[in-house]
């Protein structure tokens, strides 16, 4: 199994069907060939075809989604791109550091690599759904790359880790959708015991989010936190004691 067929590229509300072509374009360059798109812009078009030149199989190809999270849903392994730093966006790679991390686990995993609008890039919530973040360094004059170049720079550092991959057994790592519904029963009982600020949740939540990324729970180990969520909200009811069966 080659390391193409494992991994998929992701664009968030792409706005120009230009670039689009052009990531087309670079992908195949590169030898990866799953495009998704979410809510993209009308991507079938003169402009797409223009620059996507020899890749337009894999325009006519792509797949779209309504969310992130859906785009995410068979890619355990998933890296958000982005050009900021900040207080919610930390411990980011470079390229060559997270293909390094990619790579050992496409043996039993899906990977994904996500890019963000061309304005705007990816907000906070949607870098949160993701296991890694990473950004090109570039110069402090103008730090901006166009999406198709970056995308490119991530596809030839892909091209360079690659070759054969084959499938190990080793735990399996839990699929976002699972994960996100854990995530989502922790903010509640949190919320619910007073642990958290109700006017701004997310920002433990956040650090929550981190911490679960870099344990890369298996499906047992995040039914585990759902339950101990269950137990919580039960022990905070009106009863006390614990749940019996």
Not at 47 to 52: G, I, P, Q, R, T
Not at 70 to 77: F, H, K, M, Q, V
Not at 163 to 183: D, K, S
Request: overall charge neutral.
């Amino acid at each position: 199994m080659k390391y193409r067929d494992r991994i998929a590229i992701i664009l968030v509300e792409p706005q120009n069907p230009g670039n689009i072509g052009m990531v087309c374009r670079a992908m195949k360059n590169m030898g990866l060939a799953e495009l998704r798109l979410v809510n993209p812009c009308q991507y079938i078009h003169p402009e797409s075809h223009k620059f996507a030149v020899s890749a337009r199989e894999l325009l006519h190809n792509a797949k779209v989604f309504p969310s992130l999270l859906a785009a995410l849903a068979d890619s355990p392994l998933s890296v958000a791109t982005t050009r900021r730093h900040g207080k919610y966006r930390q411990e980011i790679y470079t390229p060559v550091e997270v293909v390094g991390k990619v790579f050992p686990g496409l043996g039993s995993h899906r990977a994904a690599f996500v890019f963000g609008r061309e304005d705007s890039g990816l907000t906070t919530d949607e870098l949160s759904l993701c296991r890694w973040h990473a950004t090109i360094p570039s110069s402090d004059e103008y730090g901006s790359l166009n999406l198709a170049q970056a995308v490119l720079i991530f596809c030839y550092e892909i091209f360079k880790a690659g070759g054969e991959v084959h499938p190990v057994r080793e735990r399996q790592i839990a699929g976002v959708t699972e994960t996100e519904e854990m995530l989502e029963h922790m903010e509640q009982s949190l919320l619910r015991i007073g642990f958290l600020n109700p006017q701004n949740p997310a920002h433990i939540m956040r650090t929550f989010r981190r911490l679960i990324a870099r344990a890369e729970p298996d499906s047992r180990e995040v039914a585990m936190l759902q339950g101990m969520m269950s137990q919580i909200d039960w022990a905070t009811g009106d009863f006390s004691g614990r749940k019996t069966p």
